[in-house]
């Protein structure tokens, strides 16, 4: 998943009313930092990341991993489909592959990039390549079982006849064309537009994500929809970051009462 793509499906989670964070190498260090702690204290359900979240993945009762688009090797897919299921209950890992996946992918590898803009670890143009053609062999085969081509990636033996089919093996692929419909075509040109940068380095989807916070915790508060705070108000807040609710209440045109409801939802720290 690419910054662009998290904050695309972080904004359309929020506008279904989910609990959901964006986290990505290009957000300042306090809004990251602000949205892991989020997630550890459990006040989001969901978070919209690029690999750039790694580690803080730290939670044992993960019950869904869903990979966006082709991750870049198997161990990388190992790895982050590893954090689902600590506590040992039973959980889901769903990889969502197309076949335009692979060219965005190896262009990366060319580039020694990963999909979070950032360079990936040392190794050949060769190397990467050839990973690359075992997860799409991975993600595009019809026979055999995924689960034994895990074990035998990392030199383990893993007998098929213990499979329980929860790695989806045995299922063929089926190709599927169908062109959008004008709905559709209609969101995904207003979440391109919102995710335009703004005069300052905020995009507008991290304003919109900010906004529908807002306007959830107005709905809680029962007050009317005039009352929350615009989108002007909320660009200048996450330029301010404002350090206490009082320097909120300071900004022009929210005051107290604004402050002491909404400035929870913005504390970078």
Sequence with gaps: M????????CLALVRLGCHAGVYHGGLPRKRREFVRKQWMMGKLSIICATSAFGMGIDRSDVRYIV???????????????????RDGKPSVCILLYSASDKNRADALTTERLDFDGTTSSPMSNGSSRGELEEVTAFCEMTTGCRKQLLYSHFGFHFDISQCVRNCNCGVALES???????????????????????EGGISKGTIEYQYQKVLTQSKKLGLPKREALS?????????VEPASEEEMASMRGIGPAKAARYFSLFRFG
């Design 176 to 198: 599927t064309t169908e062109p959008w419909t004008d709905e559709e075509l209609d969101t995904d040109t207003k979440i391109k537009k919102t995710n335009k940068i703004e």
């Design 2 to 9: 690419t910054r662009k793509e998290a904050e695309d499906t």
């Design 231 to 239: 989108r002007r108000l909320i660009r200048g807040i996450l330029e």
């Design 67 to 85: 990979h966006h688009s082709i991750p870049l090797s198997l161990s990388a897919y190992s790895q982050q489909i590893g954090r689902s299921g």
